[in-house]
Structure formats: C-alpha cells, structure tokens
T-cell receptor, first 110, second 113 residues
Framework: GIQVEQSPPDLILQEGANSTLRCNFSDSVNNLQWFHQNPWGQLINLFYIPSGTKQNGRLSATTVATERYSLLYISSSQTTDSGVYFCAAIPNFGNEKLTFGTGTRLTIIP | DTGVSQNPRHKITKRGQNVTFRCDPISEHNRLYWYRQTLGQGPEFLTYFQNEAQLEKSRLLSDRFSAERPKGSFSTLEIQRTEQGDSAMYLC???????????FGNGTRLTVT
C-alpha cells in the first residue's frame, strides 16, 4: 500500500515563530488531508489538498502531486497550535483507505 | 450538519467483556470508516462501508471485532472478549463519496483492565 512519511517527528518552537512540516507519499493520490490532533485526541481537519495551494488564516498548505510531497506552513505560531499534525492520503489506484503518516509533534513554548 | 458523533466518549471494561461503540456519520455521507489509534501512533484503518455494504476489512480486525451499518446510516463496532491490547482510541469518520475529504468524530477511548 501507499507509504506516507512525515518530517520532522518533533518540533519545538518559540511562540511567534514560523514552521514548515513535510509529508512525502509513495503513490499518486486522489485525496490528501492535513489534520491537527489536539491534546484531547480530537482530529481536526485543516486542509483537503490533493494538489495545489490553500490558505486558511495563519495556516497554508501546498501539495506538489507530480513530486509526491505536501507542505504545511504555520506562521506566527501560538501555544494553541501545539499538538500532533498528521498527513494522510488515499492512492489513485488500489484500496480506498486513508493512510496516515506517523505525525509531527509540535510544541510551542510561550 | 452536526459533524460525526461517537458514543460513548470513554469506556472502561474488564478483560473478557464485550463492548459496543456507536458512530453517527454526517447526514448524506455514504461512506463510513473505523480507525484505531494507540498511544504515539497515527490512526490505523480497520474497516469501511459504502452505504450498508462493508467493502474492506483490515488484517487488524480480528474475529473478535465486528462492524455493522445495517441501514446505511449509523454504524456499530463490537469487540468481543476484550483484551488489554484492545485499549486504544477508536475513531469513526465519514465522507460524501470516493475522493472527498474524511471528517472524524471525537473518538471513543477504550481502556481494558
């Protein structure tokens, strides 16, 4: 099945800093999503972005489908941004399950 | 649109007992998914339905696990003869159709003592 890899595994930043999280995937995809999992375990949809660029406030994401990677940008980090960020993808061919990466744990220090 | 609803939020049970979880998807979403997440890991796929048909099951879904979606609306996940290794967060998600984004519920956290 599709392989989804995320980097870095851990990231510690001061409040106000910017960050870039990366997701590499092994096959062409028809679905790629970024999630934020808060300390209570809730998975929050950030972006549905199988290709192209989207922005939502301080967050933006870019997926370069031909090169099989996606980037999540967080600007002016706040402590509430802390948590685990997951990338997940469904391949164009084969099974239709959303496969998750291992996540990036982001800690924002006041 | 009230989102995906899961009940209960927490369940503590003794080893060997049976448990059942419920998931109510977003209305008009015909696809429903179950995932399991253990501490420090990403969610792992268990099974999914299109309407009432169960289309795929993971190898993680042993014979003690059964999922149903009898009328193509809500779904239940039952675990028989629970084991301590079943302790995890069980997440449900729904999507409108193939290729559309999945929306997750808040999960049911199971602890087997």
């Amino acid at each position: 099945g599709i392989q989804v890899e995320q980097s870095p595994p851990d990231l510690i930043l001061q409040e106000g800093a910017n960050s870039t999280l990366r997701c590499n995937f092994s096959d062409s995809v028809n679905n790629l999503q970024w999630f934020h999992q808060n300390p209570w375990g809730q998975l929050i949809n950030l972006f549905y972005i199988p290709s192209g660029t989207k922005q939502n406030g301080r967050l933006s994401a870019t997926t370069v489908a031909t090169e099989r990677y996606s980037l999540l940008y967080i600007s002016s980090s706040q402590t509430t941004d802390s948590g685990v960020y997951f990338c997940a993808a469904i391949p164009n061919f084969g099974n239709e399950k959303l496969t998750f990466g291992t996540g990036t744990r982001l800690t924002i220090i006041p | 649109d009230t989102g995906v609803s899961q009940n209960p939020r927490h369940k503590i049970t003794k080893r060997g007992q049976n448990v059942t979880f419920r998931c109510d998807p977003i209305s008009e979403h015909n696809r429903l998914y179950w995932y399991r997440q253990t501490l420090g890991q990403g969610p792992e796929f268990l099974t999914y339905f299109q309407n009432e048909a169960q289309l795929e099951k993971s190898r993680l879904l042993s014979d003690r696990f059964s999922a149903e979606r009898p009328k193509g609306s809500f779904s239940t996940l039952e675990i028989q003869r629970t084991e301590q290794g079943d302790s995890a967060m069980y997440l449900c998600a729904s999507s409108y159709t193939q290729g559309s984004p999945l929306h997750f519920g808040n999960g049911t956290r199971l602890t087997v003592t």
